[in-house]
Each structure stands twice: as structure tokens, then as C-alpha cells.
């Protein structure tokens, strides 16, 4: 079966950590490119950074560059996002999604890990 | 940044009806946009890709046109499923912008 699952979202402080993981499977991981997406509550979709199947190249949001951090395990079929300074702006729920190749749309899903920032 | 604006924000329509969405880039974005559904509580799912290709398993009802910077979903006619809301996204360059979304209901 074709699908990814996110996981280790929860409530943390402002100025602190958390890293969301994403495991797939039913498809081969290395050969497709990552991202991962969010969506504050209430409101619509953010893309904020996106992994090749090498992990030779990344790219960020402006919004999160320099505190966030996406890589990628192919040997255990994952993808991670490091976040670190959290900010109360940064609450929302994560996905982590399938980058088709050609168009660079996203065609698979997870189903979304919500992260809470508060004191 | 690319901006990505959706019209209408909302709309309510009857089933049957043929239901128009735009979406419209700030830059030439050539073909590189897609399309997303959403409903509550769900991961948003891939409808249309590069502008006007269905996604497989995707209903034929819905369908996709434009390139440059204007761009349009069509649902030929409406289902009750289909109430959700609709997400256009570039994939032309960094960083990917959404649309603001377009609220579908059914009256």
C-alpha cells in the first residue's frame, strides 16, 4: 500500500525543538524527490522545503530558512524535519508529501502531524 | 515570490452545475501549476498536474486549462462530494506558492 505516515508533532515552547518524521512505503523512497508542507489552523497551504533523492540539494522557505531542516534516510525509507527556535507562528499541521517527477506537483500526502507552539 | 490568487474565494452551486475556479500567477508560470483538493479534516490530494493532465483515479468531470499566468479547474458537473476546498499551486519556481484557497459548497 502506497502511503506515508507523519508522526512527532506535539506542544513544545516557544525557542524550542521538535522533529517531525515521515515513513513511506508501497513505493521505492530514493527515487522521488521530498517536501514537506504545513497549514496553520483555519487557514490555507504553506510549502516550506523540499529534498533531492541524493540529499545534494534543499531548499527552503524564507519563513523557516535557517531554523528548520529537512533530510532524508533511504535505507529506512524517511523523511525528517528538524525545527528548531519555534515560534508561536509555527503552529499548524505538517505534511510531508511526494514530489511527482516532471512536474514537481504533489502527488501523495501524509496525513499530517500537528505541531502546538505555546507557553 | 510568485503570487498565486484564486477567484472566487467561495462558491455555492447546485449539483449538476458546471463550477469554474481561477487561479492567476504573478509571473509567467508556463504550465507548471496544479491543482488540489481538500476536505475537512483531510490531507489536501492531487487533481490535476502541468495545468490540464488528470490525475489517475481523479473523476473525468474535473479538468484543468490555462498556461502563461491564467489558469482554470472546471467541474463539469457538480457532485455532492465534491464540496471542499480548492488549492491552485505553482511549481514554476522557488519558493512553490499556493493559492489562497476557493471554498466550494453546494446550495
Known amino acids: 500500500q502506497v502511503q506515508l505516515v507523519d508522526s512527532g508533532g506535539g506542544l513544545v515552547k516557544p525557542g524550542g525543538s521538535l522533529r517531525l518524521s515521515c515513513v513511506v512505503s508501497?513505493?521505492?523512497?530514493?527515487?522521488?524527490?521530498m517536501s514537506w508542507i504545513r497549514q496553520a489552523p483555519g487557514k490555507g497551504l504553506e510549502w516550506l522545503s523540499y529534498?533531492?533523492?541524493?540529499?545534494?540539494?534543499?531548499n527552503y522557505a524564507d519563513s523557516v530558512k535557517g531554523r528548520f531542516t529537512i533530510s532524508r534516510d533511504n535505507d529506512r525509507n524517511s523523511l525528517y524535519l528538524q525545527m528548531n527556535n519555534l515560534r508561536v507562528e509555527d503552529t499548524a499541521i505538517y505534511y510531508c508529501?511526494?514530489?511527482?517527477?516532471?512536474?514537481?506537483?504533489?502527488?501523495?500526502w501524509g496525513q499530517g502531524t500537528m505541531v502546538t507552539v505555546s507557553s | 515570490d510568485i503570487q498565486m490568487t484564486q477567484s472566487p474565494s467561495s462558491v455555492s452551486a447546485s449539483v449538476g452545475d458546471r463550477v469554474t475556479i481561477t487561479c492567476r500567477a504573478s509571473?509567467?508560470?508556463?504550465?507548471?501549476l496544479a491543482w488540489y483538493q481538500q476536505k475537512p479534516g483531510k490531507a489536501p490530494k492531487l487533481l490535476i498536474y502541468?495545468?490540464?493532465s488528470l490525475e489517475s483515479g481523479v473523476p473525468s468531470r474535473f479538468s484543468g486549462g490555462g498556461s502563461g499566468t491564467d489558469f482554470s479547474l472546471t467541474i463539469s458537473s457538480l457532485q455532492p462530494e465534491d464540496v471542499a476546498t480548492y488549492y491552485c499551486?505553482?511549481?514554476?519556481?522557488?519558493?512553490?506558492?499556493f493559492g489562497q484557497g476557493t471554498k466550494l459548497e453546494i446550495k
Open positions: 508529501a511526494r514530489v511527482a517527477v516532471g512536474d514537481d506537483a504533489f502527488d501523495l
Open positions: 508501497g513505493f521505492t523512497f530514493s527515487d522521488y524527490y
Open positions: 529534498i533531492s533523492t541524493s540529499s545534494d540539494y534543499t
Open positions: 509571473q509567467v508560470i508556463s504550465t507548471w
Open positions: 502541468a495545468a490540464s
Open positions: 499551486q505553482q511549481a514554476n519556481s522557488f519558493p512553490y506558492t
